[in-house]
């Protein structure tokens, strides 16, 4: 009997749902051919299987999510025995209390009632209880910490003063460890330093699922800081997040509370542009291209604004991977055009469409939309004259693109007419400053204006 | 005190005198034309040669007056920032010195004493020319010295002067003549290619292959170390006297007067045997220009009108003492002749009063704010060198002529020193790194694998016959019996007794060897380890000095100078500080000081003490271990005393040995192999691992181990905790490679011994941890020292010293809390920074 897994579709997708199973239990399938079709993050994918036989079990039904890496069917010869299917019960999730209960994948795999999570296991009965530390950490406990992926300073130290030795770091990966939980959910408690053995476990067989992570983290005493968050009313339509969703809000918060921004605008006749774009013989492209190609120029000229903040360091990167911001039904996605600074204006078009028309598909793949430098933000389209967009991190600055509207304008002391489009450039001030970023936004300016592309 | 000598009551009580004979004064009287025509030694020739080295003298000085005044000498422009202590107006005293001495003979000196190294160099050079120099010099550095002269302006036109051409010199004198004199210079200016690659400098600089010894920085430095070499002349039967110059100002120094007693210890003449009766070939010269710095011995400072009135104070024969006229070299050359022959006879020591003048500063920058200029000026009138010139011209020896030719001579070769060594390219700099420069010299550690034997009449029986052998013989060779008993002193051997195996061995296999200091002889030290010894040893090999701590080590360093090997002994730790200057400044200084040159073969026991307070009770070991230039051990069993008193006598380096009194009677109950009967040798820097563990290493160095011990015990039974136990035996050198594996493996590090906290060495091993093995630290390495007090009485002593409870209570509040602990002292943070605050702690 082979196992099929869900797969790990780009670095930092953690989870992903299968949006439909191609095959059905007891169909044949082979190697190579699309068994069922997954949403992450970001996309809809299709999973090619990586068995040849007959697919005896599905183990993850439709619409859960689960984490990569899960055994989600079971492919095997037609009169094979099935295993205990026991063992595969750990990596099913629950979907938050406000949807209804997702089927469970089998009847095997139907969550036990959750066993009241265990109790730290408890230290000798006559050590000192480790007090809760003051955040200072031995220098071999940090080491111990980097090694085993732990924030040591999070932890309740057993030296003087509360000081975390080695041991109780080691202590903690190993209570970590023991305790029952799906690998989303440790990933995240490592990231968050939340103790798995404190959490209550809502999962299969007393595992700790992500979810609880998360509603212990809400709880606890770093969530207290925050605004506290509003109770359903219980009259309005609760809409569940989809992990798009959930990313897009995770993702925004960080950037605005991590990057002091700064605004600047610019007005730039399009006459030329307008002219320019019309006169080509082969091909049109369409306005956002024309800003995209201006926009890598203008960086070539002003690499300081195609970097990265590394919290002791700025690196400025060789390749201009720009992000063009889509909106989707679900939400949003930013397809990345890369090295951008290599290709031509009618490469551009040819690329735009092609990734526009994957992610409206939704058939982007991972690759598809990581990678960015910069990223571009056109609502011309929908009427708009001027926004200013939250950066989309890694990056330093985000381009708001505005529509482009007649207007009058005084050229040479006389009242003229000309199509004008405004744009904004949101910087992170810890890499660009006020000046680099002007400088930046008059020489696209330029470019646009002279219709230089 | 030897039994021979009887102190009688009906003798001690009889009513008599002290009777203190003449001592003369400038009782020379003879004219240069006498003294060519009755005295053998002094030809026409012999007195322009005085002249020329006066002149030398002169001129060397003069030069660098000039420059440290000026910054420029004739076509030289040079800034020396470094001192110049100039004899301007002392050549006489300086070249009539060294008249009647030869290379055997050892000349020791000051921070003044440029113009000895120059008159004793010339003299050498005129000694040695031919094969014996050119050997002296190609193999000097390599030749290097000599190649820079010879390269660079060679000028070996030589010296014809005087009537009837009566003084000349050769080719192979003038070179040799300029390597003195760029040797010196070099050396002077801190040049690689002086004479100690310009580690020695101005004030120290030497040149033993011309018997020009370590001249001393440190005011009457010279006393006790040229004892010490007089002493080597004794005990190793070699020709020569030694001399040391030192200022009159020095004779205020307490070391000096130690250094005059003990060079007059009535044993040399009463209590040797064969021989080795007889004074010492000792010659205390001091060079009296009746001024310190500014200060005046004479009528100010002292209370003596002449400095030759010491002498009575110090032997029956006022130690040969005389004033002689140091304006006159003649007198001078006179003096030392008769004294020479005293000493050769073995009636020394010898103490001459030469009275001269210094007619410029102390150092350049010196105002002479302290004396009249008219009394300068009577000087200059009676300048040594103006009057002796016009002597010889009034004996027909010389013309006007001859002296001038003989100044012209000394600029040129003056210049050309000046010139060269001066010269970056030429002369550079010693590169100083981690690893090249100083740092391969600081010590020689150089190992005798096989010694070189002993003499007739070394030992005075086979080493089975003697009876404390055959005591330690009957004793189990281990601390533990077989039933797991720990056996006492007088059923094993104890650590005494082990120190005491190793140094017979020593005895009987290298005639080099001395061992002396207070009682040491027939009391066999205070603590008797080596008792049994008198009966094995005549007294030039063991005997008991005066209670004259900083003579014992400055002796000692004399004798290991000459290339003797010393084993002296400071009775408590306590008494360190008597002997502050010949141990911190002697003792650990002159190999490197000599670039590399020199060995100090001396291993100086000091027992750290208990039970007697305050001043009898202190570890010192951080104190010797600050220095640099010494080997700092202490070995805590008697398998480890053994080996590594055998490796620090066998060494070339200076050895401080400290033993706790605590441990004489110890038997060997940590090396379960016991103490081999055999001679062996333990490297020096390794510490031991006494017992393995897994939680905590914990450090120790001296008895301390003992209760480091039973903190173990505390620790492993009680609390679960494995501790890695480890002697670390010898503060300098370390060797951390254990120390850093075992932190890396426990992550934690208690460090104890009986030092006094504050400062103790335990902090610098501590310290340096943290920076070898910072990321595998778990805690703050813990210093458990002893209290920053006096030391109490015995009965209130565990107060003070680590008990193996302060080891729990440092692990408990330093490094991780224990269950149900409750620890008997305070060593928080805040305790220990409060007690800091008011200067305790
Ligand atoms: C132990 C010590 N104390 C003080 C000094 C500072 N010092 C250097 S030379 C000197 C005067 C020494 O006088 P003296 O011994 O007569 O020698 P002189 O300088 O007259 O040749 C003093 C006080 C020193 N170098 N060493
Ligand atoms: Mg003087």
């Not at chain 2, 009513?15 to 053998?40: L, M, S």
């Not at chain 2, 009535?266 to 710095?293: C, E, I, S, T, V």
């Not at chain 2, 086979?462 to 039933?483: Q, T």
């Not at chain 2, 007294?539 to 010393?566: D, M, Q």
Request: proline share 6%; charged share 25%.
């Amino acid at each position: 009997m082979q196992e099929i897994i869900m797969p790990q579709m780009g670095q930092s997708v953690e989870e992903a749902e299968i949006t439909q199973w191609l095959k059905q239990e007891g169909d044949s399938v082979a190697e190579g051919e699309p068994i069922f079709t997954i949403q992450t993050d970001k996309a809809e994918i299709e999973c090619e299987s990586t068995a040849t036989g007959v697919l005896r079990k599905i183990l993850v039904p439709e619409e859960v999510e689960v984490p990569v890496l899960t055994v989600v069917a079971l492919v095997g010869a037609a009169d094979e025995d099935l295993p205990d299917l026991a063992q595969y019960a750990v990596g099913t999730e629950s979907t938050p209390a406000a949807s209804p209960a997702p089927t469970p994948a089998s009847e095997a795999a139907a969550p036990e009632t959750a066993p009241a999570p265990e109790a730290a296991p408890a230290a000798p009965s006559e050590a000192p209880v480790p007090s809760a530390g003051k955040g200072f950490a031995s220098p071999r406990a940090r080491a111990a910490g980097k090694r085993l992926d732990i924030d040591a300073r999070a932890l309740p130290g057993s030296g003087p003063g509360g000081r975390v030795l080695e041991e109780d770091v080691l202590a903690y990966h190993e209570a970590q460890e023991s305790v029952p939980s799906t690998p989303s959910a440790r990933r995240m408690a490592k990231m968050e330093g939340v103790d798995l053995t404190a959490v209550p476990a809502s999962g299969p067989r007393g595992h700790v699922l992500k979810e609880d992570v998360r509603q212990a983290l809400a709880s606890g005493p770093a969530a207290a800081a925050q605004a506290p968050l509003p109770e359903a009313s219980g009259e309005g339509k609760v809409i569940p997040l989809t992990p798009m969703r959930r990313i897009i809000a995770e993702r925004m918060v960080q950037s605005k509370f991590s990057a002091p921004e700064f605004y600047i605008t610019v007005e730039v006749d399009m006459k030329n542009a307008v002219a320019f774009r019309t006169s080509l013989p082969h091909f049109k492209p369409s306005f956002n291209d024309l800003v995209l190609r201006a926009t890598a120029r203008a960086i070539q000229d002003f690499p300081q604004v195609n970097a990265r903040w590394l919290g002791d360091a700025v690196e400025e990167l060789p390749d201009i991977n720009i992000g063009f911001a889509t909106a989707l039904p679900e939400g949003l996605i930013v397809p990345v055009i890369k090295q951008i600074q290599k290709k031509s204006l009618q490469d551009i078009n040819r690329e735009t469409k092609e990734l526009a028309g994957k992610a409206q598909a939704g058939k982007l793949t991972p690759e598809d939309y990581s990678g960015n430098t910069f990223t571009v933000s056109n609502l011309g389209a929908f009427g708009v004259d001027t926004f200013t967009a939250i950066i989309n991190q890694p990056d330093s600055a985000i381009l708001a693109v505005g529509q482009i509207k007649d207007r009058v304008v005084v050229i040479d002391g006389g009242m003229q007419i000309r199509p004008i489009m405004k744009l904004t450039l949101s910087s992170d001030h810890r890499v660009l400053d006020g000046a680099v970023s002007a400088q930046f936004m008059g020489r696209l300016k330029e470019i646009l204006e002279n219709a230089d592309f | 005190m030897p039994k021979s000598i009887m102190v009688d009551p009906r003798k001690v009580r009889k009513a008599t005198q002290v009777k203190v004979g003449a001592i003369p004064v400038n009782q020379y009287k003879k004219t240069v034309k006498q003294e060519i025509k009755d005295n053998k030694d002094l030809s026409a020739g012999r007195c322009l040669r005085i002249y020329r080295d006066m002149v030398l003298i002169r001129e060397f000085e003069s030069m660098l007056d000039s420059i440290k005044k000026t910054q420029k000498y004739g076509d030289v422009s040079y800034m020396h920032a470094g001192p110049a202590h100039l004899s301007l107006g002392q050549e006489a005293a300086a070249v009539g010195e060294c008249i009647h001495l030869g290379v055997e003979d050892h000349i020791w000196g000051s921070h003044r004493s440029h113009g000895e190294v120059i008159a004793k160099g010339l003299r050498a050079v005129e000694d040695l020319q031919g094969a014996e120099l050119e050997a002296v010099m190609t193999s000097f550095w390599d030749g290097r010295v000599l190649k820079t002269v010879e390269t660079h302006e060679p000028d070996w036109e030589g010296l014809k002067v005087g009537v009837r051409n009566a003084f000349k010199t050769t080719e192979a004198e003038e070179r040799g003549v300029d390597f003195l004199i760029y040797g010196l210079l070099a050396e002077i200016f801190a040049r690689e290619t002086g004479f100690n690659k310009g580690l020695g400098g101005s004030m120290h600089v030497f040149f033993t292959p011309f018997g020009i010894y370590p001249n001393n920085a440190i005011v009457g430095g010279s006393a006790d170390i040229a004892t010490g070499s007089a002493l080597f002349k004794k005990c190793q039967q070699q020709p020569g006297i030694s001399v040391a110059n030192i200022g009159d100002a020095s004779s205020g120094c307490g070391p000096v007067w130690e250094a005059l007693g003990f060079a007059s210890m009535a044993q040399f003449k009463k209590l040797w045997d064969g021989a080795y009766r007889g004074g010492l070939p000792m010659l205390f010269n001091f060079m009296n220009n009746f001024y310190g710095m500014g200060g005046q011995p004479i009528g100010e400072t002292m209370g003596y009108d002449f400095i030759s009135r010491i002498g009575s104070g110090v032997n029956p024969e006022n130690m040969h003492a005389e004033t002689v006229d140091g304006n006159n070299p003649l007198a001078v050359a006179e003096a030392y002749k008769r004294k020479k022959a005293i000493l050769l006879k073995g009636d020394g020591p010898v103490l001459l009063d030469v009275q001269c003048y210094r007619q410029t500063g102390h150092s350049p920058s010196d105002q002479s704010s302290y004396r009249e200029r008219e009394e300068i000026e009577m000087w200059r009138k009676a300048d040594c060198i103006v009057e002796f010139g016009e002597k010889l011209i009034a004996a027909g020896v010389a013309k006007q002529a001859d002296l001038d030719a003989i100044k012209a001579y000394a600029e040129r070769k003056i210049t050309k020193a000046a010139k060269l060594a001066t010269d970056q390219a030429i002369s550079p700099y010693l590169k100083l790194t981690a690893d090249a420069g100083v740092a391969p010299i600081m010590f020689s550690n150089r190992i005798d694998e096989d010694l070189p034997g002993i003499r007739e009449g070394d030992v005075l029986m086979p080493m089975e016959e003697c009876p404390r052998v055959k005591l330690i013989a009957k004793k189990s060779r281990k601390g533990i019996a077989e039933n797991g008993k720990v056996l006492k002193g007088n059923k094993a051997v104890t650590f005494g007794e082990a120190i005491f195996e190793s140094v017979l061995h020593h005895f009987y296999h290298d005639s080099r060897l001395v061992a002396y200091g207070e009682e040491n002889r027939d009391w066999g030290g205070a603590f008797a380890v080596y008792q049994g010894l008198t009966e094995c040893l005549p007294y030039h090999r063991l005997f008991n000095s005066p209670i004259s701590e900083a003579a014992i080590v400055g002796t000692g360093v004399g004798y290991a100078l000459e290339g003797g090997r010393a084993l002296v002994e400071l009775m408590y730790c306590d008494f360190l500080g008597r002997a502050g200057d010949e141990v911190f400044n002697q003792m650990a200084k002159w190999q490197a000081m000599s670039g590399g040159f020199c060995q100090m073969p001396m291993v100086m026991r000091v027992s750290v003490g208990s039970k007697y307070g305050a001043q009898h009770s202190q570890d010192w070991t951080t104190l010797c271990a600050h220095i640099p230039g010494l080997k700092v051990v202490f070995p805590a069993t008697p398998y480890d005393a053994k080996g590594m008193i055998a490796t620090a006598l066998s060494g070339s380096d200076p050895v401080i040995f400290f033993e706790s009194q605590r441990l004489y009677g110890q038997t060997e109950t940590i090396h379960p192999e016991g103490v081999p009967k055999e001679y062996y040798r333990i490297p020096l820097g390794e510490p031991n691992m006494v017992k393995e563990g897994s939680d905590l290493t914990l450090l120790t160095f001296g008895a301390t181990l003992y209760r480091a011990q039973e903190a173990v015990a505390i620790l492993e039974k009680e609390h679960g905790v494995s501790v890695e136990l480890i002697d670390g035996r010898s503060l300098v050198p370390f060797n951390y490679d254990m120390l850093v594996e075992s932190v890396k493996k426990t992550g934690k590090l208690i460090l104890s011994s009986d030092a006094c906290e504050r400062g103790s060495f335990l902090h610098t091993i501590a310290g340096n941890v943290t920076q070898m093995a910072f990321d595998y630290l778990d805690a703050p390495p813990a210093v458990v020292g002893a209290q920053n007090w006096i030391v109490p009485a015995y009965e209130q002593e565990d107060d003070f010293f680590p008990q193996p409870h302060w080891i729990v209570d440092a692990y408990h509040t330093q490094i991780k809390p224990l269950a149900g602990y409750t620890p008997v002292s305070d060593r928080g943070v805040e305790a220990l920074m409060a007690e800091k605050r008011f200067g305790i702690c």
